[in-house]
């Protein structure tokens, strides 16, 4: 074991992040740390760096380990660049570079004893230069830098110069080149290409030490990790598998969990209504039995409703009116900015009902192709066509089509001033604000939240061309699949930029590359564009090595089994309860007419008349005596029927 994080606890202003949390890292194992936005995760990280400190618990990592850490965010402040910076993790090998050439040149000028000890010291440095694989240094500096999305070109430019995403690619850089023990990285993908993601996936899958992610990037994690680690409503939970195998474990799990909780709450309705029942027969005998059974009651350790929010919310997406067949024609464009060409003689139709998406590395112009489509940037040549009827609804990045000084609530109500209260409140809900979050100011929201707005007004729209620019972006993996189901389900067309994988398989219908300023067509989702990209690419370009699939050592999760019951089994449980039904049904009804007769019997007894008639009187108090006995039968019958009734 190379980590153990044993009962983990923290709270910020006396709300609960994290009670007991504990999990364990083995030696080379790969792992995910995942849950919704707030959920604890970062938190996690921070206490297990010591960057943040625990309110209880401890963190211990095995003696003599080493680790990395990489955060979301990156505030590096040097002068160095690019490659120098990725060369000062190979500072100690440099420098023993240094010495041996060093000594190379001055065993040329020693003789004798001198030369004897300098060439036992030279003999060292060797091997300790290749255990250090020091011949190799150069060499997995360029290929890190390059797998991370760096030209050559690029190499000499400053650290100070670069995007918060550049330097959050080498800061990536510099700790995978450390090799530690164990790498700790909260979400590595943000800032990744798709070339540059497999890159690190490849990277990751054949490192020799052990991994812990905290990412969104489903697809990202099917292909690296073999253990899920949820944080969910303060409590951690561990999963063996990939994140397909968790979520279908998660999904079971859940089913159980609701089936203990539906089972105890009837349980313990029937118990109170057994109660009320036993306490109603006023007898001495069926009194205490009520009271021992609430005592019971009172010893139950209640289950807590199971979470209900977020993977249950669904949205149904439907246009206003419905276009043409043919929605966009897209003609022979190209677009270039003063030397930097993008592409050229591109060309593609899109009709109605298709969903599309667009991909390619950083820099190739998808974000730019979306604007020419939209009328916001303009072409250098060719032409783009809109159908019939075809009213678009655009998604940016950047979310201008809110107003940070409105609330949520207001932002939609003023956009859409035909909805009520309760429709405006539904639609927020589908989009995971509820309650009082209605009325938070969308400058106070973070990027994801957004996000979430901004697709919410989106699907309100009379758009029936929805186009999306990096939809997925902040949100986290429950989002993500309302999204995901929005978009499945949607009627009209869609096209969008996406490097979520997950994503892209589970919505598009097509998918086109843009690559070598050019775009190659798949009519598939994105399982099928990596069976057939290296294919393609030959058959276009000539080249299949850019887009050859990365390796993968997670298998596919084994289909679930059913979980039905057994047909045979289920019917007599069935035929089982009716007959207990009917049994109660007409032990309740022979005590009320026995209840009945003797309440009759009572009255009868009170009679003076009956009084001076002693035959009379003594049979009717033998009748009485009989209900009696015949009751205390039947009421613990009833009572062991009603205990078999759950």
């Not at 073999?226 to 474990?249: D, L, M, Q």
């Not at 979310?399 to 429709?423: M, Q």
Request: aromatic share 8%.
């Amino acid at each position: 074991m190379i980590l153990s994080v044993h009962n983990i606890c923290k709270s910020f202003d006396g709300k609960d992040i994290l009670k007991n949390a504990s999990f364990h890292i083995e030696n080379n194992e790969k792992a995910a740390i995942v849950g919704i936005n707030g959920a604890g995760k970062t938190t996690l990280l921070k206490i297990i760096i010591g960057e943040l400190s625990s309110d209880d618990g401890e963190v211990t990592f095995s003696k003599g380990t080493t680790w990395g850490y990489l955060a979301q965010h990156q505030n590096v402040d040097t002068n160095n660049t690019i490659y120098e910076e990725l060369m000062e993790i190979k500072k100690d090998v440099i420098e023993l570079e240094a010495s041996i050439r060093s000594a190379e040149d001055e065993m040329k000028h020693l003789e004798g004893d001198e030369l004897t000890k300098l060439m036992d010291r030279y003999t060292l440095m060797n091997e300790q230069f290749q255990r250090m694989s020091g011949y190799a240094w150069k060499s997995e500096v360029t290929g890190v830098a390059k797998g991370l999305g760096f030209t050559e070109d690029e190499f000499d430019k400053k650290i100070s110069t670069l995007s918060g995403g550049q330097k959050t690619r080498v800061a990536l850089g510099k700790l995978l080149l450390q090799s530690p023990d164990l790498i700790i990285l909260d979400e590595p993908t943000n800032h990744l290409d798709m070339t540059s993601i497999k890159w690190l996936e490849n990277y990751l899958l054949n490192y020799k030490g052990a991994v812990l992610i905290v990412s969104h990037d489903r697809y990202f994690l099917d292909k690296i990790v073999g253990k899920v680690i949820e944080v969910e409503n303060t409590k951690v939970s561990s999963f063996t598998g990939n994140y397909s195998a968790y979520s279908e474990k998660k999904k079971q799990k859940r089913a159980i969990e609701w089936a203990a909780y539906v089972k105890q709450q009837q349980e313990i309705k029937h118990q109170e209504e057994v109660i009320a029942k036993l306490k109603s027969f006023n007898r001495e005998k069926s009194i205490k039995r009520a009271e021992s059974r609430e005592k019971m009651l009172d010893k139950i350790e209640v289950i807590d409703k199971p979470m209900t929010i977020d993977d249950k919310m669904k949205i149904t997406l439907k246009p206003f009116c419905e276009s043409g067949n043919d929605v966009l024609t897209v003609d022979n464009i190209a677009k270039s900015f003063g030397d930097n060409k993008l592409f050229e003689n591109v060309s593609f139709e899109i009709k109605k009902g298709e969903h599309v998406a667009i991909i390619g590395d950083n820099g190739t112009g998808k974000t730019t192709l979306l604007k020419m489509i939209n009328g916001i940037e303009s072409l250098d040549k060719g032409s783009i066509e809109l159908g019939v009827k075809v009213c678009i609804g655009y998604y940016d990045q950047e979310h201008h089509v809110l107003n940070d000084s409105k609330t949520l609530f207001g932002e939609i109500s003023d956009a859409y001033p035909t909805l009520n209260n309760t429709e405006i409140r539904n639609t927020l809900a589908a989009f995971l604000f509820t309650g009082d979050d209605v009325f938070k100011r969308i400058g106070d929201l973070s990027g994801g939240e957004k996000g979430r707005v901004s697709l919410a007004k989106l699907m309100l729209s009379d758009a029936n061309f929805l186009i999306l620019d990096e939809p997925t972006n902040h949100l986290d993996i429950t989002s993500k699949e309302i999204l995901e189901s929005a978009i499945s389900g949607y009627e009209g067309t869609v096209l969008y930029v996406s490097h979520d994988r997950y994503f892209i398989n589970k919505t598009a219908t097509r998918i086109l590359d843009l690559t070598h300023e050019n775009m190659v067509n798949y009519i598939g989702n994105y399982d099928y564009y990596e069976e057939h990209s290296a294919q393609q690419n030959e058959i276009h370009f000539g080249s299949a090595a850019d887009n050859a699939p990365a390796a993968t050592n997670s298998e596919k999760p084994a289909a679930p089994s059913s979980g039905n019951i057994d047909w045979k089994a289920q019917k007599e449980a069935q035929a089982k309860k009716r007959k207990i039904e009917a049994a109660l049904k007409k032990c309740e009804e022979e005590i009320a007419k026995l209840e009945e007769r003797d309440n009759e019997i009572t009255e009868a007894l009170s009679d003076p008349s009956i009084g001076t008639d002693l035959a009379k009187l003594r049979k009717l108090s033998d009748e009485q005596n009989e209900i009696k006995e015949k009751l205390s039968e039947l009421y613990d019958t009833w009572e062991e029927l009603s205990s078999e009734e759950i």
